[in-house]
């Protein structure tokens, strides 16, 4: 039974976050104090160029729960989480941005569901920021895909949650490289409520993300997550076969009736779309491809350069199990 005296460790992936880095410090560290939790902070520097490491580690000699890790070169927030949950040693972990995007407080909300006995403690955004009319219209067919995919609400999910220790495990065990937090934590079905919470803006510094690399990630998500879009192929081939036996009827019946010629347009209109819908086809099943070489590799799925506060014999394991 959960008795209000687990040790929770929360994630904070971090990407030149020098300008705002010690604020994020300073807040979490006095709402958890304030909420009386047991708890440790787990920075992961992702690569940072910038002071972000330094100051954490600043911190961390000040502070035994402060606790830092930093990768040799940017790895992406998705590694950046994993790496957190192979050196958290809580009974629970909440992962949270390092830009005070999600506000703090709502951890003490989701440990106390926690302490309940939910596994997964989900923070829902409760209104989405402004967004340009490209980004909401890909975003849009992105989630489209993902709700029929695994019948799961992601539009408002975020990487903003609380795991429990099995779900950390199961987490930190999965071979799979091409990781999607967000969806990850969903797939494992157990017990799980959420938190509704508003986006703030961002405290200082700039976004991480270009238009260029969501679209990478969410075509990578989408992948590495569902074999969806082989379906969607085979629809698309299906109506391009009975499109063909239409034009097929109506070629012969203009033949037999001496109306032949003049069919140049449909020739055309129909070659330009099927080979541009092969193509397309052709790319989708090249992204498989491509993940399985990915997967395959097996590459580390990031490299520590060097931590601070964490004890020898869990910094070696966190940094095997990167393998
Ligand atoms: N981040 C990271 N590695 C990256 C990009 C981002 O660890 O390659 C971190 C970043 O420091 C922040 C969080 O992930 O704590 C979310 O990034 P950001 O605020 O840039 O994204 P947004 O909130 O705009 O979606
Ligand atoms: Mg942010």
Redesign the pocket.
């Known amino acids: 039974m959960r008795n209000g005296k687990e040790l929770l460790s929360v994630i904070?992936?971090?990407?030149?976050?020098a300008v705002g880095i010690q604020a994020t410090i300073d807040t979490i560290t006095k709402v958890l104090t304030e909420g009386g939790l047991q708890y440790e902070l787990i920075f992961?520097s992702?690569g940072s160029r910038d002071e972000t490491f330094s100051i954490i580690a600043a911190a961390a000699r000040k502070d035994p729960r402060i606790k830092g890790v930093s990768f040799c070169r940017?790895f992406?927030?998705e590694a950046?989480m994993l790496a957190g949950l192979q050196y958290a040693q809580g009974d629970c972990a909440v992962v949270i941005?390092?830009?005070l995007?999600h506000p703090p407080e709502c951890i003490l909300e989701m440990y106390r569901l926690y302490q309940q006995g939910y596994d997964i403690v989900e923070g829902v955004k409760e209104e989405r920021q402004k967004e340009g009319l490209l980004h909401r219209a890909f975003a849009n067919v992105f989630y489209a895909i993902f709700d029929s995919a695994l019948g799961m609400d992601v539009k408002n999910a975020s990487d903003f949650k609380l795991i429990s220790r099995r779900v950390i495990d199961v987490l930190r065990k999965m071979p799979e490289r091409e990781r999607f937090f967000r969806g990850l934590t969903f797939w494992t079905g157990f017990k799980m409520t959420t938190v509704t919470y508003t986006v703030q803006p961002?405290y200082a510094g700039v976004?991480?993300?270009s238009f260029t690399k969501l679209v990478k990630y969410a075509v990578q998500n989408i992948i590495s997550f569902s074999t969806i879009p082989l379906y969607f192929i085979t629809w698309i081939g299906v109506f391009m076969l009975v499109l063909g036996v239409f034009f097929a009827i109506r070629a012969l019946r203009l033949y037999f009736t001496g109306l032949a010629a003049g069919g140049i347009t449909t020739v055309v209109v129909l070659i330009l779309i099927s080979s541009g819908l092969i193509l397309i086809a052709l790319s989708i099943i090249g992204r498989y491809i491509a993940s399985i070489y990915n997967e395959i590799k097996a590459r580390p799925q990031y490299l520590v350069d060097q931590t601070v506060g964490i004890e020898e014999e869990v910094a070696r394991q966190a940094s095997q199990a990167a393998f």
């Open positions: 904070i992936p971090c990407y030149n976050e992961v992702d940017n992406g927030k950046a941005d390092s830009d995007q961002r976004t991480k993300w």
